[in-house]
């Protein structure tokens, strides 16, 4: 009988890579910067991602 593959669990890079907290929180940091430049077009547009990525059931 040939030996099983042995499945290793993800490293803390992927893990950290592929968890919701980080496009998060990437979005909601465009969204202050943009809002403190005073650029009201970006702001609102990462206001609205930030919205759409809630409610799709990613967070």
């Known amino acids: 009988m040939p030996a099983r593959a042995e499945t290793r669990p993800a490293g803390r ?3 950290g890579l ?3 907290l980080l496009p998060f929180a990437v979005l909601a940091l465009l ?11 970006l702001g609102w547009a ?3 991602a930030l ?3 809630s409610l799709s059931g990613s967070v």
């Not at 969204?31 to 077009?41: D, E, F, K, L, S």
């Open 13 to 15: 890079l992927r893990r």
């Open 46 to 48: 990462s206001v609205g």
């Open 18 to 20: 592929t968890e919701p």
């Open 31 to 41: 969204a202050v910067a943009a809002a403190a430049a005073q650029h009201t077009v």
């Open 51 to 53: 919205a759409g990525y």
